[in-house]
């Protein structure tokens, strides 16, 4: 999701459950995809990411999708847990810089 | 620590005054960005360093927002004449080369003009 000035879009899980954050990218040369955690008061930490020649690529408890076709990137969290909590950001770069989408908020309930 | 380090990590003053904001990047890592972050908002780009290439600045705001960076590592954002408008988080990050590369970002300076 993209997020609208201080209106984040919130995705609300329960303790447990898989999370799926969506995003929808504009640059259809972009080549490179990232996913990012912001925790309140810190820097963004990378999670994961994928180059535009995979589908889909996996890491611990997550997984990275890119359907270039609709130019769609998604990120699954398998169990998520209350640490999960923060907002997550996707970019895109198709050369040397990043361009970020507006986050969505992950709340994670107990 | 292995990560960017940036410092102050808060920084108050008052409308007009200069501020300089520093960035340590990730020891070897070549390329080096400054990010502006408003609450609630994403990231946006400001300016970014590869080796000894003349640096990309076509995200800075205005005139009044400069960028060094030293002996290939050490970075220093410069904001003249501080306007209320630039309150926001500066972020800075590293990655081992120039696109296609995770970049690692430090936790930010939070700077409010008064």
């Known amino acids: 999701g993209e997020s609208v000035g201080l209106h984040l879009p919130t995705l609300s899980v329960q303790e447990g459950d898989n999370s799926i954050i969506n995003c929808a990218y504009s640059n259809s040369a972009s080549d490179y995809f990232i996913w990012y955690k912001q925790e309140s008061g810190k820097g963004p930490q990378f999670i994961i990411d994928?180059?535009?020649?995979?589908d889909k690529r996996q890491g611990q408890r997550v997984t990275v999708l890119l359907n270039k076709t609709v130019k769609h990137l998604s990120l699954q969290i398998a169990a998520t847990q209350p640490g999960d909590s923060a907002v997550y950001f996707c970019a895109e770069s198709a050369g040397n810089m990043l361009t970020f989408g507006g986050g969505t908020r992950l709340m994670v309930k107990p | 620590g292995a990560g960017v380090s940036q410092s102050p990590s808060n920084k108050v003053t008052e409308k007009g005054k200069d501020v300089e904001l520093r960035c340590d990047p990730i020891?070897?890592?070549?390329?080096l960005y400054w990010y502006r972050q408003s609450l609630g908002q994403g990231l946006e780009f400001l300016i970014y360093?590869?080796?000894?290439?003349?640096?990309?600045k076509s995200g800075l705001p205005s005139d009044r927002f400069s960028a060094e960076r030293t002996g290939g590592s050490v970075s220093t954002l410069t904001i003249q004449r501080t306007q209320q408008e630039d309150s926001a988080v500066y972020l800075c990050?590293?990655?081992?080369?120039?696109?296609?590369?995770?970049?690692?970002f430090g936790d930010g300076t939070r700077l409010s003009i008064l």
């Open positions: 020891s070897g890592h070549t390329a």
């Open positions: 990050a590293s990655s081992r080369a120039i696109g296609g590369q995770p970049q690692h």
């Open positions: 360093f590869q080796g000894n290439s003349a640096p990309d």
């Open positions: 994928i180059r535009s020649n995979m």
